[in-house]
């Protein structure tokens, strides 16, 4: 048994390793082999289960409100004014 | 060869004219411009920069694309532009923040467990309802400090991956760097602000 136990901490990877793979498969798909290792480890560790969990909870959060900022980032009318006449004496000049 | 082809003639737009620019595709131009650099004044003045290059040279314009993809076109180029010079300032003088959250303090250094978290560096757990719009509301307030305390570029590169869902290699290509040093960074991003959220969010 503890022949096993130490050949899986041998093959599973650390917290560390964890944590780098946790990041790395928000943006893209693991191969397979990291893919099964992170898994593993994440059902053993609560500590990187909370951390996988909160990240994804961030960007979960942050993208919901940027979306709604977003959605309301219209171009002032001051603004509008001032690029446009902007333009306007630019366009004298050329 | 006797059959000869219809011939269909390109479809080419033309350019209106530029004093309708602003009313057109200012709030196009804005709302894209402010997606990449998310701050209000540096995107109006992207918009402006955007529409005086186009102005100048409105007469390259071939009419291969539509007037406002070609408009985006200028202002992807812009903010790129943005961001290398962004880069340089931020290379001068800013010092590396959060010196205190060493990357590999996280873990313990030696010993059989070797890379497992140090006991005093566990992720805690959070209590957060994700659908209360108060907890949403200070969850970005927080977010946003711990924002400004953090490295520049490390700012940059969560504010454009995680917050505005801008693709991966899109990221790579606007800050003009290598996918693999595009997730280190992440990485260290991430790992920054759950840190900071957990002290100044969650532990407040």
Partial sequence: ?94 | MSVTEPEYPAKRSTLSDPKEWVEKHGDALFGYAFRYVGDRSTAEDLVQETLLAALKGRAAFIGASSERTWLIGILKNKVVDYYRKAGRQTQLNQPEQFADFNYTDDYILIGPDTGSWHPQRRPAAWSVDPNDPVEQQQFWDHLQRCLEGLDKRLAQVYALRDIQEIEYQEVCNVLAVTPTNLRVMLHRARKLLRRCLESHWIGA
Avoid: Y
């Fill in chain 1, 1 to 94: 048994m503890m022949m096993i136990m130490r050949l899986m901490n041998r093959m599973l990877p650390s917290c560390k390793e964890v944590s780098r793979l946790t990041s790395q498969a928000m943006d893209e798909s693991l191969p397979w082999t990291k893919r099964l290792g992170l898994r593993m480890h994440l059902r053993m560790c609560i500590w990187c289960r909370r951390n996988a969990e909160q990240l994804q909870l961030m960007r979960n959060l942050a993208r919901g409100q940027a979306l709604s900022r977003n959605e309301q980032a219209r171009l002032s009318s001051d603004a509008r004014k001032r690029i446009a006449k902007f333009l306007e004496q630019n366009d004298e000049k050329s």
